[in-house]
């Protein structure tokens, strides 16, 4: 009984408490642990991303009551970017265990009919985006958009504070923005 507690315990401590939930009884150092299925709490949330090959920018924002909506656009040095905003409904959306699945429905008159499907952990999604007319497909990695706001805040507070330091000490020039190229 012992070595099953110090064994959960371990697994508590690698996990970070944040999925397992009970080791099998012969396992060691959480090679037992089951992943505990996000809840609908857990993924009814806003998430940010983008596709993987960085060109198409995702806010999937999902209710409680499995409705939603969702918006991508493509990044501003890209050709599509002139076309703005493609905006949808999500009419309904689901989760089985680590799985989501999202009906969508345009919501602009350039937005295409598109699929989104995949998995997730509670804390990403990895989905995959698609047109249902014209049959191309992205990888697309979301995120909970507050593990960004919250990081890039505090990262940036930080990177101010090194710059009022540095304010005397350091030429305008090597100042962001200004017509230097060295910072």
Same mark, same amino acid.
């Given at each position: &009984?012992?070595? /099953?507690?110090?064994?959960?315990? &371990?697994?508590?401590?690698?996990?970070?408490?944040?999925?397992?939930?009970?080791?099998?009884? *012969?396992?060691?150092?959480?090679?037992?642990? #089951?992943?505990?299925?996000?809840?609908?709490?857990?993924?009814?949330?806003?998430?940010?991303?983008? %596709?993987?090959?960085?060109?198409?920018?995702?806010r999937l924002?999902?209710?409680?009551?499995?409705? +939603?909506?969702?918006?991508s656009v493509?990044?501003?040095?890209?050709?599509?970017?002139?076309?703005?905003?493609?905006?949808? $409904?999500?009419?309904?959306?689901?989760?089985?265990?680590?799985?989501?699945?999202?009906?969508?429905?345009?919501? *602009?008159?350039?937005?295409?009919?598109?699929?989104?499907?995949?998995?997730? *952990?509670?804390?990403? &999604?990895?989905? =995959?985006? +698609?047109?249902?007319?014209?049959? #191309?497909? /992205? =990888?697309?990695?979301? $995120?909970?958009e507050d593990?960004?706001?919250?990081?890039?805040?505090?990262?940036? /507070?930080?990177?101010?504070?090194?710059?009022?330091?540095?304010?005397? %000490?350091?030429?305008?020039?090597?100042?962001? +923005?200004?017509?230097? %190229?060295? #910072?």
């Open positions: &009984m012992e070595t /099953r507690i110090k064994t959960l315990l &371990m697994c508590f401590a690698i996990t970070g408490l944040s999925g397992c939930v009970l080791p099998l009884p *012969s396992s060691t150092w959480c090679d037992g642990c #089951w992943a505990r299925p996000p809840t609908i709490q857990d993924v009814a949330k806003t998430w940010v991303g983008y %596709t993987g090959d960085e060109l198409a920018f995702f924002e999902l209710m409680t009551n499995g409705t +939603g909506r969702c918006a493509h990044l501003p040095d890209t050709v599509p970017y002139q076309y703005g905003v493609n905006a949808y $409904r999500v009419t309904r959306w689901r989760l089985k265990d680590f799985q989501v699945t999202l009906d969508l429905e345009p919501a *602009s008159t350039n937005s295409e009919p598109i699929y989104l499907k995949g998995s997730t *952990s509670g804390h990403t &999604m990895n989905m =995959e985006v +698609g047109s249902t007319a014209l049959g #191309w497909s /992205r =990888e697309l990695v979301l $995120r909970l593990n960004f706001t919250i990081p890039n805040r505090d990262t940036k /507070r930080a990177i101010e504070e090194m710059a009022r330091q540095a304010k005397s %000490t350091v030429p305008a020039e090597a100042v962001p +923005g200004a017509s230097a %190229t060295v #910072w």
